[in-house]
């Protein structure tokens, strides 16, 4: 067994534990915004002086959520790409399939 298997198999492992805490912080950070949303529903039901208000918060909270959910997956999009480029520079041999040099 070469080297450079255990480093695929470090990187393996990193990925699946960092996606399975992202997984989970994805889900909890959607039950959030439908706790909120429905905090802010009730907050202002029945009262007719202050429905503009609810529904400009409401507005605001769901800008933010989406700005949130943005960073979220850009940032996993990023996670996954360095991973790739890393597994693809540890796989043995990887420079001559992908037509590139050794740098050693």
Known sequence: ??????????????IIGVLIIAYEW???????VARRQNELQNAYDGIDDDAL?????SKLHWTESLRRRR?????????????????AG???????????????
């Open 1 to 14: 067994m070469c080297a450079h298997y255990l480093g695929m198999l470090g990187l393996i492992a990193d």
């Open 26 to 32: 994805r889900r909890t950070f959607g039950h959030d």
């Open 53 to 57: 208000m609810a529904k400009e918060f």
């Open 71 to 87: 960073l979220f997956i850009a940032g996993t999009l990023l996670l996954v790409f360095g991973f790739a480029l890393q597994f």
């Open 90 to 104: 540890t796989w043995p041999r990887a420079y001559t399939l992908l037509g590139l040099q050794n740098c050693s």
